[in-house]
């Protein structure tokens, strides 16, 4: 496949991510990009061609649903930008269509940034308004993120017959890696107690079970091999992607298809990506794993549709401590969507960034010690899309 | 006698919530809960009970949604009646106007347009925003029937300004009540039936009945078929329009009756119905192209079934996801019942929080996504039916669709705190 193996993330930049009401959408492409063209080495006259990740441009006044958004931002006229949306993925989307470009030898050097400012709109007139007014009249009305996994975690629940506390380890763990984090939204250690006594927003999740609604961007530079080979001051290897889409827009609760215990979108981006990285044993060839934790039942699923744990088995795994930091399967050492919150198109490239910075060694206080390949991956829609990465330092 | 039907099988509908109002206890609909989602709920389950083919839907009620508009064809459409052949009408004005559709129905059957349904639904308020008693009868006319046979054996009309309410009024106004004693309503009942003594008088001040209320159109047809078995004589007179109707119960009223009671004596009482929350700006999107477009699918649950695989497809997909394109799909209608697979008590939706979402796998085939009924909540595992609801008002037009509403002999939570999940 002209991806796997031949591409490289030779630069990256990140954004604070938070309520950042300061900040305009358009500084914060700007900052993302220019940070990651300058860790790349390069110029922003360096790069050729862009793909852009913005998945509520309605939020921020319809800025962001072209690539408009990003001539202005960073005197990229007259070339080539492409915006991408795709739920959740977005972000990953982009990394993939410059990849694509790239592996094509279309261009030698591209941008993908994910950029999004959810908190110019308070957060309850923010997607969910939008997503209680704007969608189906009949189908989706009383449909909300939150309460779509939450039907997952009462069935996962009564399937498995783990305890309800179980959902708020997630977030206690992920917010403790969240301390050694920076940019993430939350940085402070809260405890099971604090998540199971949070208000309720979808039973059996609350507050502190979902991620928090967010502003910020995030940039990789995407380059050939040879290229990066030749100039990189460091760089890491797209070892595999893949990306699956299952169904279709209303349909996924009124479809059979689905056991509400995981996602087949996950489990099937997974397959393309191994297959294409050669991982047939992800727990003990993965060093880290960055996955969609947008609400603590999820990354319980993710760890079982990524294959680190049998089906029923991921409750467990977490309990064991093994996706902690200094466990033997390091989950969302970033914090993860639980505590970077999620500016959804720049989600998947901030996952990108942080696996990069793992596997060449520059993540600083968060490195996981001798991490040579790790994974992100990000689910939207929710569950219906699904994009899987691996990353790998050359060589 | 000439306006005679046979009567095959009733059945009353009482929203779940009672509440008290002075001195009597009145059945209230919940905020999904309408004239027409209780017609079309009390007809659904008496074509349930008794299946047959109906050539006419009447409905007579005065609370309908629309002045213009039109409330009987929803009826028909939620019941699964709509169609070419379909007979419909909606009888108005007064509560009087159940009388004028029974006589109707008599006159369609004898001209041989049978069986024929007639539907008395009424969702009445005060000007206050007070329930009168809200609720539904629907009844299944023949030639014959072993319920029972009416007849309308007189009418009168004349102009008496009991109550009313205007097309801008949202509470039905009251005269003065100390005329009611002047009214028509008794003299035109000493006319038209003999023996007055043993005849109950339905007028819009009453008989209250308790647990039910004043019901409006339905209360003609609930005062027959909560009586003790004998034959009944009632007369209902509204505004000034009277109709005497003569009922002889048949070897079926009995277990029809007992039935009824047992509906009205169920329900909740002083259930503390929680405000329907709003948060500023829900404002559905609606279209009245889609509306008429996938009418058969909100209305009438219609999705299709894959040929190939087998699968029950709701909504229906331009083409079988699983087998593509080249497959064949046929019109399927969703059944009514099901099993809760999994659910949430959503506390963010700005309309109704907090309220309960459910995924039912259905009876037969397929599943069924969506908001559970009123306040009520579920468990997996749960046996649940599918009722017509009022789902909103986005673009100022009514939406009705299905929500999920545990079956009544399932003890359930009536509380919003969620039981642990073992």
């Not at chain 2, 909540?377 to 999920?404: A, C, N």
């Not at chain 2, 009544?408 to 999940?421: A, F, K, N, R």
Request: proline share 6%; charged share 20%; net charge negative.
């Amino acid at each position: 496949m002209p991806i796997a193996g031949e591409v490289a993330i030779v630069g990256v930049g990140i954004t604070q991510f938070g309520v950042l009401h300061d900040r305009s959408y358009s500084s914060l492409l700007a900052e993302a990009a220019t940070s990651a063209v300058a860790d790349a080495g390069l110029t922003a006259k360096d790069i050729q061609a862009a793909w852009l990740a913005t998945a509520e441009p309605l939020l921020a006044g319809l800025v962001g649903d072209s690539g408009a958004a990003l001539a202005e931002a960073i005197g990229f006229a007259p070339r080539p930008v492409t915006r991408v949306s795709n739920f959740c993925t977005s972000g990953m989307e982009a990394v993939r269509g410059a990849a694509m470009a790239v592996a094509a030898g279309e261009y030698e050097l591209c941008l993908a940034v994910g950029a999004e400012k959810m908190r110019d709109v308070a957060p309850r007139e923010s997607l969910l308004a939008k997503t209680a007014n704007h969608t189906h009249p009949t189908l989706s009305k009383g449909r909300t993120a939150p309460g779509q996994f939450a039907l997952v975690a009462n069935r996962y629940l009564h399937t498995y017959g783990y305890e309800p506390s179980l959902l708020a380890r997630v977030a206690v763990k992920n917010h403790n890696h969240a301390r050694l984090n920076p940019k993430a939204h939350y940085r402070k250690p809260i405890t099971v107690e604090q998540v199971m006594s949070a208000p309720r927003v979808a039973e059996p999740l609350g507050v502190l079970d979902s991620t928090p609604t967010t502003d910020g961007a995030a940039a990789v530079v995407v380059a050939s091999r040879a290229w990066a080979e030749r100039h990189a001051r460091r760089y890491a290897i797209i070892e595999g992607v893949g990306l699956a889409v299952t169904e279709g827009y209303y349909s996924v609760h009124y479809r059979d298809s689905s056991d509400f215990l995981g996602f087949a979108a996950t489990r099937h981006a997974a397959q393309v990506a191994y297959s294409q990285a050669g991982i047939t044993h992800p727990r003990s060839q993965l060093d880290l794993v960055e996955c969609h934790d947008c609400f603590t039942i999820t990354e319980i699923v993710n760890t079982e549709d990524l294959g680190l744990a049998e089906r029923g088995e991921g409750g467990r795994l977490l309990l064991s401590g093994a996706t902690e930091a200094g466990g033997d399967i390091p989950v969302n050492v970033s914090g993860g969507l639980q505590s970077c919150g999620h500016p959804v198109g720049a989600t998947g490239v901030r996952m990108v960034a942080e696996v990069t910075d793992q596997v060449t060694g520059e993540a600083g206080d968060r490195q996981v010690p001798g991490a040579r390949r790790g994974l992100a991956h990000t689910l939207g829609g929710p569950g219906v899309i699904s994009c899987v990465m691996v990353i790998g330092s050359p060589g | 006698m000439p306006l005679r039907a046979g009567v095959v099988d009733a059945v009353m509908v009482l929203p779940r919530q009672r509440i008290r109002r002075r001195k009597t206890t009145v059945a209230a609909a919940a905020f999904d809960e309408d004239a027409i989602t209780l017609a079309a709920e009390a007809t659904l389950e008496l074509l349930n009970r008794t299946p047959a083919k109906p050539k006419a839907l009447l409905l007579a009620t005065v609370s309908a949604p629309l002045c213009e508009g039109g409330a009987v064809q929803m009826v028909a459409e939620l019941s699964g009646l709509a169609g070419v052949g379909l007979h419909v009408q909606e009888h108005g004005g007064t509560i009087a106007a159940t009388g004028s559709a029974l006589a109707s129905a008599a006159g369609l059957i004898k001209s041989g347009m049978a069986p024929v349904v007639v539907v008395t639904a009424d969702t009445r308020r005060d000007t206050a925003g007070t329930p009168f008693g809200d609720g539904a009868v629907a009844m299944l006319l023949d030639a014959e029937g072993s319920l029972g046979s009416l007849a309308v054996v007189g009418s009168a009309a004349e102009a008496f300004p009991d109550r009313w309410r205007a097309g801008d009024q949202a509470g039905v106004q009251a005269g003065d009540d100390s005329l009611l004693p002047f009214g028509p309503a008794a003299a035109h009942r000493s006319a038209l039936v003999a023996d007055s003594d043993a005849c109950t008088l339905i007028t819009v001040d009453g008989p209250q009945i308790d647990r039910a209320g004043l019901l409006g159109c339905a209360a003609l047809p609930a005062t027959l078929l909560l009586s003790g078995g004998g034959p009944v004589s009632l007369v209902v007179s509204a505004g000034g329009i009277t109709h005497a109707v003569r009922f002889e119960p048949g070897p079926d009223f009995a277990g029809a009756s007992a039935d009824a009671h047992a509906v009205l004596s169920g329900g909740v009482d002083e259930m503390v119905q929680p405000p329907v929350v709003r948060v500023a700006g829900f404002d559905p999107y609606a279209s009245v192209a889609r509306t008429w477009r996938e009418r058969r699918q909100d209305l009438a649950l219609e999705g299709a079934r894959c040929v190939d695989c087998g699968r029950v497809l709701f909504p229906v997909p331009p083409a079988c996801p699983y087998d593509g394109p080249e497959a064949k799909l046929e019109p399927w209608r969703l059944g009514r019942t099901g099993t809760v697979l999994t659910f949430t008590r959503d506390h963010l939706f700005p309309l109704g929080a907090p309220l309960t979402m459910s995924v039912v796998d259905v009876d037969g085939g397929g599943r069924f996504y969506g908001q559970v009924a009123g306040d009520q909540t579920v468990r997996i595992g749960d046996r649940v039916q599918l009722v017509p609801r009022l789902l909103h008002e986005g673009g100022g037009r009514r939406q009705y669709y299905w929500k999920v509403r545990p079956m009544p002999d399932e003890t359930t939570s009536d509380t919003p705190e969620l039981t642990e999940s073992t």
